[in-house]
């Protein structure tokens, strides 16, 4: 089952209220996306850190084979 974007976001912004959130569907078939989240809290973390911490706010859509969500190229950086 594909993912929206809408829905995305929604998962990341109910983690990193604050943050710039840009989504961007790859393909145009709802499973490959491309994420861009800038946030005050990624401040004195690495990119590994700031990574895993919007993986968990996706609450396992990504997991497995049975995701919802298949792909999704993050960047992640503190605001400047």
């Known amino acids: 089952m594909a993912m ?3 829905e995305i976001e929604d998962l990341i912004r109910a983690e990193f209220p604050n943050a710039k959130i840009t989504i961007t569907d790859l393909a145009g078939d709802g499973n490959h996306y491309a994420a861009e989240v800038i ?3 990624f401040k004195g973390m690495n990119r590994v850190q700031q990574q ?3 993986y968990a706010a996706l609450k396992g859509k990504m997991d497995g084979s049975q995701g919802e969500l298949h792909a999704l190229a ?3 950086k503190a605001p400047a």
């Open 52 to 54: 895993r911490a919007v």
């Open 39 to 41: 946030d005050e809290s």
């Open 4 to 6: 929206q974007a809408q």
């Open 74 to 76: 993050l960047t992640t």
